[in-house]
Nanobody, 126 residues
Framework: QLQLVESGGGLVQPGGSLRLSCAASLVTLDYFDIGWFRQAPGKEREGVACINWRGGSTNYADSVKGRFTIARDNAKNTMYLQMNSLKPEDTAVYYC???????????????????WGQGTQVTVSS
């Protein structure tokens, strides 16, 4: 069974950067679409950034466009989320998730993804 483990979260000042990683084990990600999602207290989980299995198509939430970059390294079975110019409103628990590309119809919609990591806390505060 696919397992996903996030790392890289933490406390950062506004304007700072963090890079989240999500390592997959037991199953290769070659034919999976992947995504990063976040959930702040009292809010619904939202799609932040997603990338298709070939790596040629990405989707970003409007709130993070130009600041966040999603990437995947299939050789390392790992996905990344580079977050720059962080704002207090980026504070949330961040999750990585995957779904077989053949089963995905709506990229970056959380209900479409069926394997999830445990989440990593990102706090942006001075």
């Amino acid at each position: 069974q696919l397992q996903l483990v996030e790392s890289g979260g933490g406390l950062v000042q506004p304007g700072g950067s963090l890079r989240l990683s999500c390592a997959a084990s037991l199953v290769t990600l070659d034919y999976f679409d992947i995504g990063w999602f976040r959930q702040a207290p009292g809010k619904e989980r939202e799609g932040v950034a997603c990338i298709n299995w070939r790596g040629g198509s990405t989707n970003y939430a409007d709130s993070v466009k130009g600041r966040f970059t999603i990437a995947r390294d299939n050789a390392k079975n790992t996905m990344y989320l580079q977050m720059n110019s962080l704002k207090p409103e980026d504070t949330a628990v961040y999750y990585c998730a995957v779904v077989s590309s053949s089963r995905l119809s709506r990229p970056c919609v959380s209900s479409e993804y069926n394997s999830w990591g445990q989440g990593t806390q990102v706090t942006v505060s001075s």
